[in-house]
């Protein structure tokens, strides 16, 4: 039912840049947003990298929550993930831009919803999870497996992101 990643400092990336990724199987999808990696509590939301068959169908998700409460985020296109499928897939923030890669590959994303620019981090003191959302009482727990979490503090490269797939998947 998730893990509880604990409120490590690795996650305080206030303006500077960031990579999330991780291997994901979707077992099963239910319209709703499943959590790959979150630190997001009510009232202080920070950062998501998510599984989406609720906005969008079977899709990633990248939201970056500001410190003025504004969010900034980022969706790849519809049926990029299919169930029972492993893929690597990993969150980006380099500068004023977030990226989407799956399989090593930029996705042209979308922007289902902003009401601000990509600014600073929100900093709170909640705990960062894999698997689950960051708060109770809803449901998006992750339905699959998830495997090689990272969070690294620099925003890496579409080269790197692609060598790293080929590196896994081989």
């Not at 980006?92 to 930029?106: D, H, M, Q, T």
């Not at 990272?150 to 797939?165: F, G, K, L, M, Q």
């Amino acid at each position: 039912a998730g893990i509880n990643l604990g409120n490590t400092s690795t996650w305080a990336m206030g303006s500077g840049d960031y990579t999330f990724e991780a291997w994901i199987k979707v077992t099963s999808n239910p319209a709703a947003v499943q959590s790959i990696l979150q630190k997001d509590a009510i009232g202080d939301r920070q950062v998501a990298l998510m599984f989406d068959n609720y906005f969008n169908t079977n899709s990633i998700n990248l939201i970056h929550f500001n410190e003025d409460g504004t969010l900034y985020w980022r969706q790849a296109p519809a049926n990029s993930i299919s169930p029972n499928t492993w893929y690597h897939v990993a969150g980006v923030r380099n500068g004023a831009s977030l990226s989407i890669y799956i399989n090593g590959v930029s996705q042209t994303l979308s922007n289902p919803y902003s009401n601000g620019p990509l600014g600073t981090m929100k900093s709170a003191a909640s705990a960062a999870y894999l698997g689950r959302p960051a708060y109770t009482g809803n449901d998006g727990y992750f339905n699959g497996l998830i495997d090689e979490a990272r969070v690294s503090n620099v925003a890496r490269s579409a080269d790197w992101i692609r060598t790293e797939y080929n590196n896994q998947s081989s």
